[in-house]
């Protein structure tokens, strides 16, 4: 899909980067973090006076240096940017489902990496009236802000795996950034593990809501929706079939119109049960693995008593809602922005291309031997990762996926939607169209969709 970058050059120079930002972005970003540097507290002036144009304010350039600095790890290998790399909207770089970290940056994770782009307009963790899940942060919601979000895999075992805030503390205090630590939030800061910990989180918090990388809004959509551009008669026909309810119906999740002065961010922040299919590349879905921190949650619950499985909404990351049974194997509507870049696909990463996601979204009822399979590769039961009890929580009353259903769209018109798609993607200047810069999968065909449908494209 793209280019793999070592480590090293993955985490690059935030500065450099910032100033390949157009001039128009760093503004729009200033005016930005003039709304949102004075929640950054910590009680020093330097920490909530507004950045001048183009710069990043104090906190959010100690957050950056937080980021990138591998030191903060158990396994002195492991940053922020190590798995959200910056190249590909701040997910990972690499071809696995799961990351791996841990003191030797050996163990799986759990979960495919988010990325965290446009990660920062995620609204707090509600339940409406209509019992309707929003919001929240992680791929489940259980982390209530940003901020909050950023201190977690500090203490994850198979991520940064620090056993307690004060080791964390102790590798701070090493730092050369130290001082910068101080002048932000005090000398106190530095003196109680808890402390230090809370002000690291709203540092990187700070960086992501102020930097434009993040949120940059440059994307050739974007420039179409401004009469910069025009888009191509597949790409325009693909739009028209995401908004389509009796075709792709894909806004009615991924909504595609702008809120109030915020470009569209082709998500609802809701939470829906698709009936994924279980991706056995992931070590914790094998059962009888060792890895210590992998509950076996699964046996309990019935058929088809797989050790484990990752049921979202409901656990076992998440614990507030166990008894929710009706939200079991629900995650998080993903924003779609620069999705041509963020593959794998899904909590679970079981797809590679956009071109899979797709094909399986338009034919998950009609074909399921082809997308349910058990680990040596021969069919499985639909909805393969869930147990069977709830099987009846997948969506099944929403178009594409109803089943008897027949398929909504024919291989061409699905081919069309992969490349409007990739239209989402950052990094278009109307007056160089061809440097813009998007993965090999999203020259979609006919043929190519053919071919993924058959199981065969790339073999």
Not at 316 to 338: E, I, Q
Not at 364 to 372: E, K, L, S
Request: with cysteine; glycine share 8%.
């Amino acid at each position: 899909m793209t280019t793999k970058m070592s480590r090293d050059t993955r985490r690059g120079d935030g500065g450099n980067r910032r100033r390949r930002i157009t001039l128009a972005a760093l503004v729009a970003a200033t005016a930005c973090a003039l709304t949102v540097v004075a929640c950054g507290g910590g009680g020093n002036t330097q920490a909530t006076q507004a950045p001048a144009a183009g710069q990043l304010s104090a906190m959010a350039q100690l957050g950056e240096k937080l980021f990138n600095d591998t030191a903060l790890s158990a396994s002195g290998k492991q940053s922020c940017a190590t798995c959200h790399v910056d190249s590909r909207a701040f997910a990972g770089d690499d071809p696995l489902a799961v990351p791996l970290g841990g003191p030797n940056m050996d163990l799986p994770g759990l979960r495919n990496t988010p990325a965290l782009a446009y990660n920062q307009f995620t609204p707090t963790f509600s339940i409406g009236a209509d019992g309707k899940a929003v919001g929240g942060f992680f791929r489940d919601g259980r982390s209530p802000s940003l901020a909050d979000q950023a201190e977690k895999p500090f203490f994850t075992p198979f991520e940064m795996a620090n056993a307690t805030p004060e080791e964390l503390l102790r590798r701070l205090l090493t730092r050369p950034y130290l001082d910068e630590f101080t002048a932000v939030f005090g000398k106190a800061s530095v003196q109680d593990a808890s402390a230090a910990l809370r002000n690291i989180g709203q540092a990187l918090a700070q960086y992501q809501k102020e930097d434009p990388v993040f949120h940059q809004f440059s994307s050739k959509y974007d420039a179409y929706l401004k009469g910069a551009t025009a888009l191509t008669p597949q790409e325009l026909n693909g739009l028209a079939l995401f908004n389509n309810p009796a075709k792709g119906n894909c806004t009615s999740c991924h909504v595609s119109t702008p809120t109030a002065t915020t470009p569209a961010l082709f998500t609802d922040f809701s939470y829906d049960n698709v009936g994924i299919p279980r991706n056995w590349k992931i070590p914790a879905n094998i059962d009888g693995n060792t890895l210590d921190y992998v509950p076996k949650n699964g046996t309990a619950l019935g058929e088809p008593n797989h050790d484990y499985y990752d049921l979202g909404l409901c656990g076992p990351l998440r614990d507030d809602l166990a008894r929710s049974t009706s939200r079991c194997g629900a995650f998080k509507v993903p924003t779609l922005r620069n999705i041509a870049l963020t593959g794998p696909y899904f909590h679970n990463g079981v797809f590679d291309t956009l071109q899979e996601v797709v094909a399986w979204y338009i034919t998950r009822d009609t074909d399921p031997a082809r997308w349910y399979t058990k680990a040596d590769g021969s069919p499985d039961v639909s909805y393969n990762d869930l147990p069977a009890a709830y099987g009846s929580n997948v969506n099944v009353s929403e178009v594409p996926y109803i089943p008897g259903l027949a398929p909504t769209l024919t291989n061409s018109e699905m081919a069309d939607l992969v490349r409007f798609l990739c239209t989402l993607t950052d990094g278009f200047d109307p007056a160089n169209p061809t440097a813009y810069r998007v993965p090999a999968q999203c020259n979609a065909t006919a043929d190519s969709i053919a071919a993924t449908r058959a199981g065969t494209a790339g073999k």
